[in-house]
């Protein structure tokens, strides 16, 4: 507490009558907030991690399945709709949930989401046709955004501000297990099984996560805070459901365009246009909804006036979209360049994922232990921005040994900077919806990132073969090349020569991405660099003093409990 306050404490407590003194005495010994130890707390990590880990994976591991589902389904016109559906609302849900999060008991609303993560996961496994299956997507992306954010923020409710970056590491640390298996399982699924067990796979690690946060999730601050037991009606009458309309109506506008744009329709199609204009005039009108309704509003414009909350969002959204330029092209490279199959190519893309994950835990270790979480970031930065280079020199001739390499020095500069900027907010933001509601705002942004990086690499892959096909490969039509895959490239010609030719125009859009990426990677050094520069181990020991409890001396003087 400042000296200010406390000179204001000890004139009012003067001041007062005497017979009042017991009763502030008594209120100053009560017990602090105790955050959960030992069983406790490691169960409710693992619980954490476990439902974050379900929200990665479905990320990844349909990525090799979505080829059987087109075909299954007789759906090939709608194969967007399968990736789009989830992403859309798994994006847009993002600052939606940080805003439910601040209105509703955490726990509570952390099993809700497992719950529709669930519900999802079931429709798109006995999903009997298309429509089914993408309805299915859209509800687990709202379930899987709910995950994220409820991890993110129900941390500050069980550990130490000096402690959170070690545990948000092992949190986070699971994006790069399920980037690793994620594409093996999803693999092994569709070739051995059944792709519908990409799905079914989320029940029971779902069913555990739920009865671990039940058995072990105490929030004693939330529990018994009565601010946290308002009634569910005048909780809903707070939420800003225009701007959570207006928020889905511009994501899906932007993702949609994006992912027809280029390809399934031209970018000068009436389409493509209308939803481009769709997205500015709603993502106007969203803001200045945001701004009239102040406090009130989805996403506070405040937020966005704090450097570390606006500089941290830029620096996720630059790193994500690097991070899934990675995640969904590089197989392009193993599959169509190197020729490999989908299960390898996932074993492949362990050379990226490994160190990614030992990175995210040595960065919170490091962050925890100096209480600096810049240079970790920048350090990095410098290291991705590096092996993303590399990775634009690969070429159809690389040895294992190279891109191996470069993938570990991308790989474990992702892993260092992914978790800082989430870290930033926590000392940056002194109340737990605050927590919520910058998280909400960041992860938007590192999401948003991520969803149109997609439709960005595949611009630039159906560029290049339009482009290179013709000058070295001119006996087969671009058309031909674009509805065959990466995966049927052996069988678009005879002719070895031919065959070759194609793997090098797939292998030159693969360096045209990385090189985009790499641009990506070096726009997010300077823009991390806007974030506050802070030590989050001074922070925490400031809130402790402020914080402590004020036990009331027989003069009427006020001072700390130790």
Not at 111 to 117: D, E, G, H, L, R
Not at 465 to 492: C, E, F, M, N
Request: aromatic share 10%; proline share 4%; net charge positive.
């Amino acid at each position: 507490m400042s000296t200010n306050n406390m000179s204001h404490l000890k004139s009012e407590t003067k001041g007062q009558d005497t017979k009042r003194l017991p009763t502030i005495a008594m209120a100053a010994h009560q017990h602090p907030y105790e955050y959960l130890k030992g069983l406790s707390l490691v169960a409710t990590l693992f619980a954490l991690a476990l439902g974050t880990f379900l929200m990665a994976l479905d990320t990844t591991i349909i990525t090799v399945a979505v080829p059987k589902i087109a075909t299954q389904f007789n759906a090939l016109d709608q194969v967007g709709w399968i990736g789009s559906a989830y992403l859309i609302t798994l994006t847009a849900f993002q600052p939606i949930s940080g805003s439910f999060y601040k209105s509703f008991d955490p726990k509570i609303l952390y099993m809700s989401y497992i719950v529709i993560f669930e519900v999802g996961s079931t429709l798109c496994a006995v999903a009997p046709k298309i429509e089914v299956f993408i309805l299915g997507r859209a509800i687990a992306g709202v379930g899987a955004a709910g995950l994220l954010q409820g991890a993110l923020g129900i941390i500050t409710f069980i550990s130490a501000l000096e402690t959170r970056p070690i545990h948000m590491a092992v949190v986070i640390s699971v994006f790069g297990i399920s980037s690793s298996i994620g594409p093996i399982l999803g693999g092994v699924f569709t070739d051995k099984v059944s792709w519908r067990w990409c799905f079914y796979i989320n029940l029971p690690m779902g069913s555990l996560a739920f009865f671990l946060v039940v058995l072990f999730m105490h929030l004693e601050r939330t529990e018994n805070n009565p601010d946290t037991r308002s009634t569910w009606l005048k909780t809903l009458k707070s939420i800003d459901f225009m701007g959570v309309t207006l928020l889905l109506g511009l994501v899906s506008c932007l993702c949609i365009a994006l992912q027809d744009g280029g390809s399934s329709r031209p970018w000068d199609s009436p389409r493509i246009i209308g939803l481009l204009v769709g997205f500015v005039l709603l993502k106007v009108l969203f803001w200045v909804w945001q701004w009239r309704l102040g406090e009130d509003a989805l996403i506070p414009v405040r937020f966005l006036r704090q450097r570390t909350v606006a500089f941290g969002s830029a620096f996720l959204f630059c790193d994500n979209m690097s991070n899934y330029l990675k995640l969904y092209y590089m197989p392009f490279y193993f599959q169509s360049v190197r020729g490999t199959s989908a299960i390898r190519s996932g074993v492949d893309y362990i050379a990226l994922a490994v160190p990614q994950f030992f990175a995210l835990l040595i960065a919170g270790g490091l962050v925890t232990r100096f209480g600096h979480y810049m240079p970790v970031i920048l350090t990095g930065q410098i290291i991705c921005a590096i092996g993303t280079g590399l990775l634009t020199r690969v070429d159809i001739a690389t040895p294992t040994a190279h891109w191996a390499t470069f993938l570990a020095l991308t790989g474990f500069g992702l892993g260092m900077g992914i978790n800082a900027p989430h870290i930033a907010i926590q000392a940056v933001m002194e109340t737990e919806s605050d927590v919520f509601l910058a998280n909400g705002v960041a992860t938007f942004f590192s999401q948003l990132g991520g969803t149109i990086a997609v439709p960005i690499g595949n611009a630039f892959l159906l560029n290049a073969i339009r482009k290179y096909v013709p000058r070295w490969a001119p006996d087969v039509p671009v058309q031909t090349v674009i509805r065959a895959g990466p995966l049927s490239i052996d069988h678009l010609s005879q002719s070895a020569d031919t065959v070759h030719a194609i793997r090098l125009v797939y292998s030159t859009a693969i360096k045209h991405i990385m090189i985009y990426a790499l641009t990506v990677v070096c726009v997010s050094l300077p823009v991390a660099c806007g974030m506050q520069w802070l030590n989050i181990r001074e922070v925490s020991q400031e809130r402790n003093t402020e914080n402590s409890p004020v036990a009331v001396k027989e003069d009427g003087n006020a001072t700390k409990v130790a």
